[in-house]
């Protein structure tokens, strides 16, 4: 199973950017198709991006998309979510997960999870 830590998270205003990176290791990284998800306060977890094991392919949610941006740096064992035009919605907290080889937006196919980084974005 592959390990996974997130980092990044803070505060920032609205319309600032982060960029979130999500730290892997255990299991070859590069098998590993990855997808960050986020939480609010009294909310279910849901999907913000993932990307393919290459790094060819990614998918958004409809909310994010022209604003995040997610890349990996298989050299690294990295994966990044770059986060721009930020809002008072996107306040979560951010989840990486990996998934065996194949990208997907259904968060029940990811089983590597890691502990997640608060973002809060203020007005």
């Known amino acids: 199973q592959v390990q996974l830590v997130e980092s990044g998270g803070g505060l920032v205003q609205a319309g600032g950017s982060l960029r979130l990176s999500c730290a892997a290791s255990?299991?070859?990284?590069?098998?590993?198709?990855i997808g960050w998800f986020r939480q609010a306060p009294g909310k279910e977890r849901e999907f913000v991006a993932a990307?393919?094991?290459?790094?060819?392919?990614?998918y958004y949610a409809d909310s994010v998309r022209g604003r995040f941006t997610v890349s990996r740096d298989n050299a690294k064992n990295t994966v990044y979510l770059q986060m721009n035009s930020l809002k008072l919605e996107d306040t979560a907290v951010y989840y990486c997960?990996?998934?065996?080889?194949?990208?997907?937006?259904?968060?029940?196919?990811?089983?590597?999870w890691g502990q997640g980084t608060q973002v809060t974005v203020s007005s």
């Open positions: 997960a990996a998934r065996p080889f194949r990208a997907t937006m259904n968060i029940r196919e990811f089983g590597a």
């Open positions: 255990g299991r070859t990284f590069s098998n590993y198709a």
């Open positions: 990307i393919s094991v290459l790094g060819d392919s990614t």
